[in-house]
Each structure stands twice: as C-alpha cells, then as structure tokens.
C-alpha cells in the first residue's frame, strides 16, 4: 500500500484508505491504532476528520450524497426540471455513484443485514436525503392555491425516504446486466412517490406491486 506520509491527509484520504482496507481484508479494522500503522498516518491525523470508525462509515454515505447532488446541480437543465424529473435524477446519480462502489457498499451492507448497524450507517444519509425531498414538496405546495391539495410535508419525505430504501435493497440484489432492473424500478418507484395522492394512485401502485411480485419470482 502507499505510503501517504509524504502527501497531505485529508478527509478522502482516509476514506478511501477506509474502504480499501475493509475490502481487502473483508472486515472494518479492529482498531484505528492497527489502521493507522497499517496505511502510515498518525492517530491525530485519523482523529481530526473521525471519532471513530462509526462516524467515518456514516461520513462515506453523506458523501455519497453529496457527491450525486453536486453532479445533479451541474446538469445545466436542472433548475427548468419538475420535481419529480429532479428525484428521478437524484436516484439515478446516486445510484451510478454506489454502482462505482459496488464492492464496499454490498459488503458493508451484508455485513450488518441482521443487525440495526447498517441503517445506523445511513442516519446521516437520511437526514440530507429528507431534507431534500422537503425541498421537493415544498416547492409544489407553493403552486398549490388550496390548502386542501397540499401535500404533508414529513409524511411525503419519510415515505421517499422509504422508497429510497426498498431501491437500496433492490440494487444489492439486483443481477441484471448493466443494473438495469434497477433502472426500472427506480423510475416506476419515483412515479409512485409523485402519484401518491393523485388519482390515479391506485393504478400506480397496482402496477409498482405487480412489477416487484414478478421480480420476486423472476
């Protein structure tokens, strides 16, 4: 491994340090003193980004967040986008950003599938994500003359949160070509969320739960 003495620490450094150790040796490091001598940084480097490993691997899904709504941002058509083509474009990016790591994250993830430990991961996660699916539903209240047609605000955002989810999950398990099942999923799963109090909800639904109960079997 190379030796990171002689280039500045940084945040990324230690994550991307982090991660490479957790797939080559298929566990999160016993201890920050065995992490740090391994990649040749000091305990002060390590604690003046991290607490603890905890706190660094709820920091990786942040990023992940981060990373995907700066690339979204970029997008020069972003700001004449509906709400629902800015989500669907959020679950897209996000989603491409997890694929580059795949590796980590189904390892991470599998590690903790019977535990509390892995959603505890995404606590971070799901503040941003929450927080911008408010954003999202505020903004189409405000188009909204009657009070009655508005949508309720923590309720929507917890129900994308739970969307986010089950994509989440369907992307570990995914086997498809190119993840391209999940592509799928995603865009009927967006649709549901914007259709939720539409009238055509029932049809929505219907058909997201037809699509899942085939994939089940498939």
Known sequence: MANTSKSKITEDKIISLFMESVLEHEKVPSSVFKFCKENKITEEEFYGFFGSFDTL???IWSKFFDNSYGL????KDYESMTNEEKMLTFFFTFFENLTLNRSYVLFIMNEHKHSM???????????????FAS?????????KDLKIFRYNVPLFSEGAWLQFLFILKFWMEDGSPGLEKTDIAIEKSVTTIFQIFETTTLEKIVDFGKFLYKEKLA
């Open 57 to 59: 691997q709820k920091s």
């Open 117 to 131: 430990e892995g959603l505890m991961q995404l606590k971070g996660l799901r503040k941003k994500f929450k927080d």
């Open 72 to 75: 979204m941002q970029k997008n």
């Open 135 to 143: 954003t999202l539903i505020e903004e189409g209240n405000e188009e």
